[in-house]
């Protein structure tokens, strides 16, 4: 039996043929162009705009973008409050590992937010924007507050508010009675 020579090449012909793709063939026709487009336009609009290069933009209109996108992230907040208030729904009022994790993550991300205030900002504040960043900082932290409140209202809906008399009877102080009755056996 004779031995294969070395020289085949023992791949697929697909693997093949990706190794040496096809001579692209000069002559054929082009595609032809979609229905409304004309080669003219396009080049006469090239030939009106000479650079396609952008001016950079001025300290205005930065700190005006800065300003818009600083509003954006105070209002994020109150995007929130819809969800949590149908997941708040849905977890009921009642004691379990569920509803006890919902509440936390609820007070969890606003005090996180509040405590980070001046760090959510920063990105923001120029000598340009702080004299109007105040307001926005103003309205986040409203936001963050509406979402704590919000957290208190469901605390309160499954009963862990001390909000009635009776949750604070170990401070109470027995009252004294003025008269007594006695009960006499006839």
């Known amino acids: 039996m004779a031995s294969a020579p070395d020289t ?16 692209r063939n000069l002559n054929a026709p082009r595609p032809r162009d979609p229905p409304g487009y004309t080669a003219s336009s396009s080049s006469k609009r090239q030939a009106s705009r000479p650079s396609l290069t952008r001016k950079p933009p001025t300290n205005a209109e930065t700190d005006t ?12 907040p109150a995007k929130q409050l819809p969800m949590n208030a149908i997941m ?3 977890s009921g009022n009642s004691l379990q590992i569920f509803s006890i994790m919902m509440v ?3 007070f969890k991300g606003p005090i996180m937010g509040l405590v980070q205030t001046n760090q959510v900002f920063t990105r923001f ?5 702080r004299k109007t960043l105040w307001m926005v900082k103003l309205v986040y ?10 957290g208190l209202w469901k605390v309160n809906g499954m009963g862990l508010l001390p909000t ?3 949750d604070w009877l170990a401070w109470e102080i027995a009252r004294t ?10």
Do not use: C, H, N
């Open 164 to 166: 009635t008399r009776s």
């Open 104 to 106: 936390f993550m609820l």
């Open 177 to 186: 009675a003025r008269e007594r009755t006695i009960f006499a056996f006839r």
């Open 8 to 23: 085949i090449d023992r791949r697929p012909y697909w693997a093949i043929q990706l190794d040496s793709p096809p001579k």
């Open 125 to 129: 504040e120029t000598e340009g924007t």
């Open 141 to 150: 932290v409203a936001m963050q507050l509406a979402a704590l409140a919000m």
């Open 88 to 90: 708040m729904y849905m």
């Open 65 to 76: 973008l800065k300003i818009k996108k600083s509003w954006e992230l105070a209002i994020a």
